[in-house]
């Protein structure tokens, strides 16, 4: 269906709108071949996605290469380097959150034991250089290969060495949609630092404890654009997505590269449809964005023991207790949140918002996420609610050491 002007963009994001708030998580990994400890190759993988077509996956081709899997609304795709990822599907609460992703990893480590391959789930990869990592044929991945490192110095690392856990939530109307783009992008510095985990680079400590962030913030299309700060609306975003240069437009099988030419120019031209819309919405790669629902795209990809960390504190905090964690942040100043996204990487948890440190605050929304999810009364068969996926950020916050400062201070 055809673009005609910037309403049917605010339109699109109107029809987002849910009567139910819904949760969807997408956590990406690391494939290694265990006896060299390198990154595996497009061949393995074929290896790995093929034998799980066992548990019910059916295939996802690009010409004749298979380059994903999907089952009930959920999808397993690759990642330029090959890092494996599971869009999960819509679930209700953490807990069904939780169980797809620990049968997916069930199904995974099944694979990979007879493959002679693991993974790693960290926010960038500890050991590989850059140059050694395999790639795949996915032709948008070619194209991004060529174009990205033009405007962001850093775009193949991000592209090749970094996993992240992405949160997608609902919003039920603007007014909701305003207030949770508020929170997360308020809370951009904190997220980063909280569930920082990636401070090694080639077997070496960076100087930083999320790599993967200082990676993001130097990559092109990325960032925390400051409008973002500034009361977000539909009208904003839309102007925001219409101005935003075009990466490609998949056309004939191909994606051919409209130089210099925003969204905007596409309407003009009579070109824009919601294909097309939709394609450039995936290549805005902000800490956080909206299509029509809002991605969360700050959180280093960790372990099991903190895997459910996240997506249960943002639930708590956005879904359980909205209006008392926005009563918290709303009156930061922009200035010190921009300024704390530029440190927050490196300073983890002493970085300061509002003259008190990220551990203070952390543990502020903490108990706001907890009220949240008690609220929400989410229970288990054994009468456990969501809080249950907190314990590992009780553990940061008790000892203050985030899992990057544990990697550092375990031996290697």
């Known amino acids: 269906m055809k673009i005609n002007n910037k309403e049917d963009i605010i339109n699109y994001f109107k029809s987002g709108y849910k009567d139910k708030q819904l949760i969807g998580v997408e956590n990406e990994k690391f494939l290694f071949d265990k006896k060299s400890n390198s990154r595996a190759n497009y061949d393995q993988v ?5 034998f799980l077509r066992s548990f019910g996956w059916k295939e996802i081709y690009e010409d004749s290469n298979i380059i994903g899997l999907n089952k009930s609304g959920q999808s397993i795709t690759l990642e330029p380097g090959n890092q494996i990822e599971l869009a999960g599907g819509l679930c209700e609460n953490i807990h069904q959150v939780c169980s797809e992703s620990f049968v997916f990893q069930k199904q995974l480590d099944e694979a990979c034991e007879k493959f002679g391959l693991k993974t790693v789930s960290i926010g960038y990869d500890p050991i590989t250089d850059i140059k050694n990592v395999p790639n795949n044929p996915k ?51 904190l997220t980063i630092a909280l569930f920082s985990n990636s401070a090694i680079k ?12 200082k990676v993001w913030q130097k990559t092109s299309r990325g960032g925390l654009p400051e409008i973002f700060l500034q009361d977000m609306d539909f009208e904003k975003y839309a102007d925001f997505s219409l101005d935003f240069q075009l990466l490609f437009l998949y ?3 191909q994606y051919n590269l409209p130089r210099d030419k925003s969204f905007r120019d596409l309407i003009k031209e009579g070109k824009a449809n919601y294909e097309n819309f939709e394609l450039h919405l995936s290549t805005i790669f902000t800490e956080l964005r909206l299509k029509k629902y809002i991605e969360i795209r700050s959180i280093d990809a960790c ?13 708590g905090l956005i879904y359980g207790n909205l209006n008392e964690t926005f009563e918290l942040i709303k009156d930061w100043s922009k200035e010190d949140i921009m300024q704390a996204y530029k440190t927050s990487y490196k300073d983890g948890l002493k970085t300061i918002i509002n003259k008190k ?8 929304l903490l108990k706001i996420s907890k009220k949240g999810l008690e609220k929400r009364s989410f229970r288990t068969t054994t009468n456990s609610d969501e809080r249950i996926y907190l314990k590992n950020i009780e553990n940061i916050l008790s000892k203050n050491l985030t899992k990057a400062e544990q990697a550092l201070i375990e031996p290697r």
């Open 139 to 189: 032709k948008r991945y070619l194209v991004m290969t060529k174009e990205m490192p033009k405007n962001g110095e850093l775009s193949l690392e991000m592209m090749y060495q970094t996993c992240g856990t992405q949160i997608n939530l609902d919003y039920i109307s603007e007014e909701d949609f305003k207030k949770k783009f508020k929170i997360i992008s308020y809370l951009t510095p």
């Open 303 to 315: 372990e099991w023991d903190c895997h459910c960390a996240g997506p249960a504190f943002f639930i």
């Open 357 to 364: 440190d990220l551990l203070y605050w952390s543990k502020e």
């Open 251 to 253: 056309e004939n099988n």
């Open 202 to 213: 080639k077997n070496t400590p960076t100087g930083f404890l999320s790599y993967r962030s």
């Open 46 to 50: 074929k290896n790995i996605l093929n």
